[in-house]
């Protein structure tokens, strides 16, 4: 990030790298539509370049792009509002080798599905990006407390989508 604020713009491509993941995932979390999610992705990269001198040194890097991500992100939701695209087990991680892994995307395809767009975004910035609830708070604009709140929520309404198919 030093090196970005600097006005090296190879230093993007570094930031990319370690970054990009997670900010698709979040934008997907969101957006639940793949193409959007990339789209959000090539954004945030495009403002991180033109923003780099709002950003703090010293300061989670990863967390103040993860705040573009989720901000262009509701951006799209709010104005394009489409229908959902399921994912499929490449667009969350897996590597669809094997029944057993389609079946465990399936079941957590469909367990997302049920959570609302906060919903979604908490568990994944929780679960899958390993943020702190206070980190996440700072995230997404609300207290810790709600943050837990959410997120526990959502994990039962996860639990008994789960436990339905059993």
Known sequence: MQDLGKG?????????????RGVYLLAYAIL??????????QETY????ENIGQYKPNTNANAWINVIARNL?????????????????DDIGGNGNGEDN????????????RLGVDEREIVVL?????YKHREIAQIVGKPMGTVQWIYNRAIKKMKGYMEEGL
């Open 46 to 49: 495009v403002r991180v370049a």
């Open 73 to 89: 992100s509701l951006r799209h939701y709010n104005v394009r509002k489409r229908t959902v695209e399921i994912a499929s087990p």
């Open 8 to 20: 090296d713009r190879l230093a993007l491509d570094g930031v990319f790298g370690l970054t990009s």
């Open 126 to 130: 929780f679960s899958i990006k390993g």
């Open 102 to 113: 389609w079946i465990v995307h399936d079941a957590l395809r469909g367990a997302m599905a």
């Open 32 to 41: 639940r539509n793949s193409e959007q999610a990339k789209d959000v992705l």
